[in-house]
């Protein structure tokens, strides 16, 4: 089983930045795309950022020029760099792994129990 572990969130003041991170631990033979989304209070869960294994990264339109997704393959974590923070980027964080468990195994895919980042004065 892998788990995903998120850390990072808390109350900042607008304009602030945040840095947010992603453990995943357990019996992991690879993971492929890490990825970012999140939930605002009231909306469905929206997709954020992805980086695969070998450092490509997709962002959606809101995300581009504030947050910035990347990735240590040694210690299976990722990160998402956020700055100039609005009360709108409230939400909780949500970080999604695509993991293999075993050599030509299937890929599955994972999601962290998130973390909440206020943005308010």
């Known amino acids: 089983q892998v788990q995903l572990v998120e850390s990072g969130g808390g109350l900042v003041q607008p304009g602030g930045s945040l840095r947010l991170s992603c453990i995943a631990s357990g019996t992991i033979f690879s993971i492929n795309t890490m990825g970012w989304y999140r939930q605002r209070p009231g909306k469905q869960r929206e997709f954020l950022a992805t980086i695969t294994s070998d450092g490509s990264t997709k962002y959606a339109d809101s995300a581009k020029g504030q947050f910035t997704i990347s990735r240590d393959n040694a210690k299976n974590t990722e990160y998402l760099e956020m700055k100039s923070l609005k009360p709108e980027d409230t939400a909780v964080y949500y970080c999604?792994?695509?993991?293999?468990?075993?050599?030509?195994?299937?890929?599955?895919?994972?999601w962290g129990q998130g973390t909440q980042v206020t943005v308010s004065s």
């Open positions: 999604k792994a695509e993991a293999i468990l075993r050599p030509g195994g299937p890929q599955y895919q994972y």
